[in-house]
């Protein structure tokens, strides 16, 4: 019988990936694993979002971080959710929120009321049945409990190199130990294929049971030392280069993202205590980098502080996330577009995952290593898809970059979620995947994907009643969002005083 004790972990790279690896690693294995972190303050690391879903909190929570104390360290805000500009059509919006919109019926869906009312005639647009929607709307926030509905849903807005700060500092105080210097090569096992050794190219030599891949696009262990392939999904997201720019931060305080879309892509606008993360996802096929560029500096709402820089991705993921003695994660793993937030969130599940199927004897693992590879590609191909989602379901006619997305043949799990939902407003959800019935409902009907009926158990309700019932929980939306404090006012009480703006 044997056990993980002294088992040997050495992450390869820091930056968000690395450092939230260690420090969940410090957290949850303790004294039966010696941490090692390398990494080069001479490489950069890659920061294309800063915005995050609900799940963060099991981050904070897991580690034990104070939430004041987490937001003060990360000039942190908070989020509702993300609203989407012009993705339908220009001049349409609507908000992908956090919280549940409405309330249910005994068994019946609030979303399949709402279809009944809408036949009726009596239904107004969907968000204004969301008190997370009205709160966004109206920038209001609080962590108050509310009398009568459920709490606001929230995540964040963060400073992404503050974050790892932070991480780096929790880790080291427990135990992990940082190794300055740049990666050189990896050495391979004869007879296994397992890494055995991380040369550095000071000579530095480390060797470990266990390596974590966080090199970035690189992906050096995973990818080019143990030749693991790429799956590409650009068939289904073409956008391929992203710009980041920070600008000063603005009057408004919004607690949600913005995702605007553009003639080949989206812009994104991330609202942070101190400054605002803005870029442009597009498709280098429909538009130059120089183009693009123009569009994104044309579009700020403040001073930049920086220049745009290119970044070049493709989407996609390593057939494997776990090969040997390796773990990849963050790009190292593959990359999804920001465009729903998940970034930092497959970094977060894949340590967890790790760390629940981390077998006693790794030699043994690989039923482990099977599972841990099955469920993560279902994780990122039901990503996958509520991001295919936002781009195919579209009415902007007549642009080349938004006609081809119309055009795109949807994964088949994608397909089927639209045809249950064309028919009734029914979505399917399989595998334990990220995201819920409310979220899937919200963006289908969002991007203009019409149900042709309802459940018949919404005719259960005398139609009389329908318009009463929607009228009520508006104007309950409508009346506790306006009793709210303004998200500025809220965050700078909550963490004590906002950071300067820069």
């Given at each position: 019988?044997?056990?993980?004790?002294?088992?040997?972990?050495?992450?390869?790279?820091?930056?968000?990936?690395?450092?939230?690896?260690?420090?969940?690693?410090?957290?949850?294995?303790?004294?039966?694993?010696?941490?090692?972190?390398?990494?080069?303050?001479?490489?950069?690391?890659?920061?294309?979002?800063?915005?995050?879903?609900?799940?963060?909190?099991?981050?904070?929570?897991?580690?034990?971080?104070?939430?004041?104390?987490?937001?003060?360290?990360?000039?942190?805000?908070?989020?509702?959710?993300?609203?989407?500009?012009?993705?339908?059509?220009?001049?349409?919006?609507?908000?992908?929120?956090?919280?549940?919109?409405?309330?249910?019926?005994?068994?019946?869906?609030?979303?399949?009321?709402?279809?009944?009312?809408?036949?009726?005639?009596?239904?107004?647009?969907?968000?204004?049945?969301?008190?997370?929607?009205?709160?966004?709307?109206?920038?209001?926030?609080?962590?108050?409990?509310?009398?009568?509905?459920?709490?606001?849903?929230?995540?964040?807005?963060?400073?992404?190199?503050?974050?790892?700060?932070?991480?780096?500092?929790?880790?080291?105080?427990?135990?992990?130990?940082?190794?300055?210097?740049?990666?050189?090569?990896?050495?391979?096992?004869?007879?296994?294929?397992?890494?055995?050794?991380?040369?550095?190219?000071?000579?530095?030599?480390?060797?470990?049971?266990l390596f974590i891949d966080c090199?970035?696009?690189?992906?050096?262990?995973?990818?080019?030392?143990?030749?693991?392939?790429?799956?590409?999904?650009?068939?289904?997201?073409?956008?391929?280069?992203?710009?980041?720019?920070?600008?000063?931060?603005?009057?408004?305080?919004?607690?949600?993202?913005?995702?605007?879309?553009?003639?080949?892509?989206?812009?994104?606008?991330?609202?942070?205590?101190?400054?605002?993360?803005?870029?442009?996802?597009?498709?280098?096929?429909?538009?130059?980098?120089?183009?693009?560029?123009?569009?994104?500096?044309?579009?700020?709402?403040?001073?930049?502080?920086?220049?745009?820089?290119?970044?070049?991705?493709?989407?996609?993921?390593?057939?494997?996330?776990?090969?040997?003695?390796?773990?990849?994660?963050?790009?190292?793993?593959?990359?999804?577009?920001?465009?729903?937030?998940?970034?930092?969130?497959?970094?977060?599940?894949?340590?967890?995952?790790?760390?629940?199927?981390?077998?006693?004897?790794?030699?043994?693992?690989?039923?482990?290593?099977?599972?841990?590879n099955r469920q993560s590609q279902?994780?990122?191909?039901?990503?996958?898809?509520?991001?295919?989602?936002?781009?195919?379901?579209?009415?902007?006619e007549g642009d080349p970059f938004?006609?081809?997305?119309?055009?795109?043949?949807?994964?088949?799990?994608?397909?089927?979620?639209?045809?249950?939902?064309?028919?009734?407003?029914?979505?399917?959800?399989?595998?334990?995947?990220?995201?819920?019935?409310?979220?899937?409902?919200?963006?289908?009907?969002?991007?203009?994907?019409?149900?042709?009926?309802?459940?018949?158990?919404?005719?259960?309700?005398?139609?009389?009643?329908?318009?009463?019932?929607?009228?009520?929980?508006?104007?309950?939306?409508?009346?506790?969002?306006?009793?709210?404090?303004?998200?500025?006012?809220?965050?700078?009480?909550?963490?004590?005083?906002?950071?300067?703006?820069?």
């Open positions: 019988m044997s056990n993980t004790g002294n088992l040997k972990i050495v992450i390869a790279g820091g930056g968000t990936a690395g450092w939230m690896a260690a420090a969940l690693f410090a957290r949850f294995l303790g004294d039966t694993a010696e941490i090692t972190l390398v990494e080069s303050d001479a490489i950069g690391t890659v920061g294309v979002g800063e915005a995050t879903i609900p799940q963060i909190h099991n981050l904070i929570q897991g580690l034990g971080l104070d939430q004041a104390e987490f937001m003060r360290a990360t000039n942190a805000s908070f989020k509702l959710g993300i609203e989407f500009v012009d993705w339908l059509r220009v001049g349409h919006s609507y908000i992908h929120s956090f919280g549940a919109t409405g309330r249910t019926v005994g068994l019946i869906p609030f979303r399949q009321l709402w279809l009944r009312g809408r036949g009726l005639g009596v239904a107004k647009d969907f968000g204004s049945y969301g008190l997370n929607v009205v709160a966004a709307r109206e920038q209001r926030f609080t962590l108050a409990p509310l009398k009568n509905v459920a709490d606001l849903g929230y995540a964040y807005h963060f400073d992404a190199s503050l974050l790892a700060k932070l991480l780096r500092s929790y880790s080291e105080k427990r135990g992990v130990k940082r190794v300055e210097g740049k990666i050189a090569a990896f050495e391979r096992d004869g007879e296994t294929g397992d890494i055995t050794l991380m040369t550095l190219e000071n000579g530095t030599a480390l060797a470990a049971d090199t970035g696009f690189a992906s050096l262990a995973l990818g080019k030392t143990l030749g693991v392939s790429f799956v590409d999904w650009s068939e289904y997201l073409p956008c391929d280069t992203a710009l980041a720019v920070p600008t000063e931060a603005g009057d408004h305080l919004r607690p949600y993202t913005q995702s605007l879309a553009r003639p080949a892509g989206w812009q994104w606008r991330i609202p942070l205590q101190h400054r605002t993360g803005n870029g442009h996802v597009f498709c280098s096929s429909f538009m130059d980098v120089g183009e693009a560029t123009d569009l994104l500096l044309a579009s700020l709402e403040t001073k930049p502080l920086g220049d745009p820089r290119p970044i070049r991705f493709r989407t996609g993921h390593r057939k494997e996330f776990w090969s040997h003695n390796c773990v990849a994660l963050g790009l190292a793993a593959g990359f999804m577009e920001p465009l729903e937030s998940t970034s930092i969130h497959l970094v977060q599940s894949g340590v967890a995952r790790l760390l629940t199927l981390l077998p006693g004897d790794l030699k043994g693992g690989a039923k482990a290593r099977e599972v841990f279902i994780e990122w191909e039901r990503i996958r898809d509520f991001l295919v989602l936002h781009y195919i379901a579209n009415e902007r938004w006609d081809h997305c119309r055009a795109i043949t949807p994964p088949d799990t994608l397909a089927e979620k639209i045809e249950m939902f064309e028919n009734s407003g029914q979505i399917v959800r399989e595998d334990e995947e990220l995201f819920l019935d409310e979220s899937w409902g919200q963006v289908m009907l969002g991007q203009g994907i019409e149900p042709r009926s309802w459940s018949p158990l919404a005719d259960n309700v005398p139609a009389k009643d329908i318009g009463p019932f929607l009228g009520a929980i508006e104007k309950q939306a409508s009346m506790i969002a306006g009793s709210l404090p303004t998200h500025r006012q809220f965050l700078t009480g909550f963490v004590g005083r906002v950071a300067e703006r820069t």
